[in-house]
């Protein structure tokens, strides 16, 4: 555990100028002035002979004289078997003081240097085994020796810090031991100082708080990397931590929640203890020790399990389903005999008419009597029974009200909740939707009634038109002028164009009547029996129909073929007079997620795009939805043949197919369809048929 302070203790050399000796008559005359001054201070000469000493160091270290008390071998020579030289040497300071050559060295080092020496919190050994640490500093001196002899040596001053140093080693094992103590517990635990700088965590503290030592030591709590949250969620300013509470107030703080956000996680959730701590006498702490746990675990339970609640409460009271829960009462053998009402939503009692306080607690057949008749209380013991759910639509009737009710009751434990919904209206809707059934079967049975008619009663009166003019041309020819004859001609066509227009209207109503299943349909194949039955029509234009590959889709054959062969027949005769037509048909499969695909219903998981582009007389794009309306044409019938019912035939299958058909052109360079179908279907899934109305307008031609 790192201490909230500390001191220094290395040596360090002063940096001063190589010239930095005291100067001296000679050594007796700096001796008599070591031997005047205050503190501990020794002369030693180059050889570490002492030559004088202040009284403090005598009283405090012992003086020369008290090298009799040496130890025995305290500087590696015996006393008994010293020589005369032996004890000169051990007379010295480096054999009283320097086990370890510590001092030699200092000495040396000042006096090769010439210059001041410094160190802190040395080791200074007594000739009686004793040590004490000192700061020293050694300065070098020089002088002469009576007779003219030059002599070196330094100047030694001390400083005893021997119970500073005592007391850091006695703090250092405190923090040793502390530190030990607090990486075997599982909380999280962090010291902080008086300025809020964290100084130290556990392992435990780094796994909570999902960051590592080295991100936490030195921070702040105030910094921005600290982001905290009250107990509901709420951001926790940081002047609010409750490990900063514990300095602003003085006191411990207990039990505290909050949590906090690791980088780049959702938030941790802590339980805090915060002890401030004070120096012996002190007002305000040093700093705080805190200790913490994490309860995310616990706290995301508490959350979901309030969570839980509040959204059944919600449920219960936005709901529009009448809701109840009731527990079953069981008679002496286990069998389930009544059920007591445990909980009424308000949907329930506006349509019980009953109040909530009314309900709860009664049993149901005291309160609810029909539920035995009509079959209810025999379905709600069955589900508690077997744990299968039940769900009826029932006309209950009672003195309060009298409706149409869907009923879905599931088991909870002991007993059931039953949800009721109102749909007396969806009844009635259903009823009137039967009628209205009814009557649309009705109307279009005489559709198809039409239908038969248009295909057989009107084209005999148009044959017999035709027949008979034939034959006033054939037999009577010589007699009618060529007025007459312009007129029969005109009779003709009319009956011919007649007939055509019949025609297109059954196709265009069969596109829904006369529908067959959807099955595979090979586009390649359909586009080949279409150039065959268009071979005339191209070699008399002179066209070219280029056809790519074509894939293979879910389709109706023949209104494929119908589609088709349409848009083909029209390219090939909306040509330039002065160009020969090409026909461009190309195809590619397109993912269901297109943004340029029609609206659907996501049963198809592909469409297929199919492009018939031609360089025809092309026309101006304002009219590009107007050309599928029926009978609306937008060149006359003396330059282009046709009902005007094309186009509104091919838009009628591609929306009987869930597709859609666009179209791109340009006058004089040429025209651009393009149809997009689902490429398959599930078995029996067909769109909404399209009803006649929807393309129905007024059955005139409009020639332009």
């Not at 219960?316 to 286990?334: E, Q, T, Y």
């Not at 069955?382 to 009710?405: I, N, Q, S």
């Not at 009923?407 to 009823?431: C, L, N, P, W």
Request: charged share 30%.
């Amino acid at each position: 555990m790192t201490s909230l302070s500390s001191s220094p203790s290395t040596r360090s050399d002063r940096d001063v100028g190589a010239d930095d000796w005291i100067a001296a008559q000679n050594a007796e005359s700096l001796a008599r002035l070591v031997t005047s001054m205050p503190g501990l201070v020794v002369l030693v000469d180059a050889a570490g002979e002492i030559l004088a000493e202040t009284e403090s160091w005598a009283f405090a270290f012992g003086s020369e004289a008290d090298l009799d008390e040496m130890p025995e071998d305290l500087s590696g020579v015996s006393k008994s078997k010293a020589t005369p030289n032996d004890l000169t040497v051990s007379s010295s300071f480096y054999a009283r003081h320097d086990a370890d050559g510590t001092w030699k060295e200092v000495v040396e080092t000042c006096i090769e240097k010439g210059r001041e020496s410094r160190g802190y919190e040395v080791p200074l050994r007594m000739p009686d085994g004793a040590v004490y640490y000192v700061d020293f500093s050694a300065r070098p001196w020089q002088g002469d020796r009576d007779g003219g002899t030059s002599e070196r040596g330094v100047m030694l001053h001390f400083v005893d810090r021997s119970d500073a140093h005592q007391a850091t080693l006695m703090r250092r094992q405190v923090e040793d031991r502390f530190d030990t103590l607090i990486d075997t517990i599982s909380e999280g635990v962090l010291l902080m100082d008086e300025k809020g700088v964290f100084r130290d965590c556990n392992s435990a503290a780094e796994k909570i708080l999902g960051r590592n030592a080295s991100d936490i030591i030195g921070s702040r709590f105030a910094d921005e990397k600290w982001s905290g949250l009250k107990q509901d969620g709420t951001p926790l300013p940081n002047a609010e931590f409750p490990f900063w509470q514990a300095v602003v107030e003085r006191e411990a703080i207990h039990d505290e929640v909050m949590g906090l956000y690791p980088p780049g996680g959702p938030p941790r959730w802590i339980r805090v203890n915060a002890q401030p701590l004070f120096e012996e006498g002190a007002i305000e702490p040093y700093g705080v020790l805190t200790c913490f746990d994490d309860i995310t675990d616990e706290q995301l339970k508490d959350e979901a399990l309030q969570t839980s609640r509040d959204l059944l409460s919600s449920v219960l009271s936005s709901s529009l389903d009448g809701i109840m829960v009731f527990s079953a009462i069981r008679d002496d053998d286990g069998d389930i005999e009544d059920f007591e009402c445990l909980l009424v939503n308000p949907q329930a009692e506006k349509m019980v008419n009953r109040s909530s306080e009314d309900l709860v607690g009664t049993r149901m057949l005291e309160e609810m009597p029909a539920h035995e008749e009509n079959g209810l209380f025999d379905a709600y013991v069955d589900v508690v029974t077997t744990g299968e759910p039940f769900e009826t639509e029932l006309h209950y009737t009672t003195d309060a009200f009298e409706r149409w009710l869907q009923i879905v009751a599931v088991r909870i434990e002991e007993g059931f909740a039953v949800t009721f919904r109102d749909i007396s209206e969806r009844k009635r809707a259903a009823q009137a939707m039967a009628a209205t059934n009814a009557k649309l079967e009705q109307r279009n049975r005489a559709l198809r009634d039409f239908a038969y008619i248009a295909s057989h009663d009107l084209q005999e009166p148009l044959r017999k038109i035709g027949a008979f003019s034939n034959l006033v041309l054939e037999d009577y020819g010589d007699q009618v002028d060529e007025t007459g004859k312009h007129y029969l001609e005109r009779m003709q066509d009319a009956a011919r164009r007649m007939s055509q227009l019949i025609s297109d209207l059954l196709v265009y109503s069969r596109v829904t009547t006369r529908a067959r299943p959807f099955k595979p349909v090979d586009l390649r194949a359909v586009v080949d029996n279409v150039l065959t039955d268009l071979e005339m029509q191209i070699q008399d234009v002179d066209g070219t129909v280029d056809v790519g590959e074509l894939p293979t889709i879910d389709a109706d054959s023949t209104q494929i073929r119908q589609l088709l062969q349409n848009l083909i027949g029209n390219a090939l005769k909306f040509h330039r007079p002065d160009e020969p037509p090409v026909v461009k048909i190309r195809a590619e499969i397109v993912d269901a997620s297109d943004e340029d695909l029609p609206a659907h219903d996501g049963d198809a998981s592909a469409f297929c795009r199919i492009v018939v582009a031609d360089n025809g007389i092309g026309f101006e794009q304002k009219y590009a939805d107007r050309i599928f309306t029926p009978f609306k044409r937008l060149h006359g019938r003396s330059e282009y043949s046709g009902t005007g019912m094309g186009l509104a035939i091919c838009r009628r299958i591609v929306e009987r197919h869930g597709g859609d058909i666009r179209v791109v052109s340009t006058p004089g360079e040429g025209t651009t369809f393009t149809v997009q179908l689902p490429v398959d279907r599930r078995d029996g899934d067909v769109p909404n048929e399209p009803s006649v109305q929807d393309h129905a307008t007024t059955p005139t031609t409009l020639d332009e």
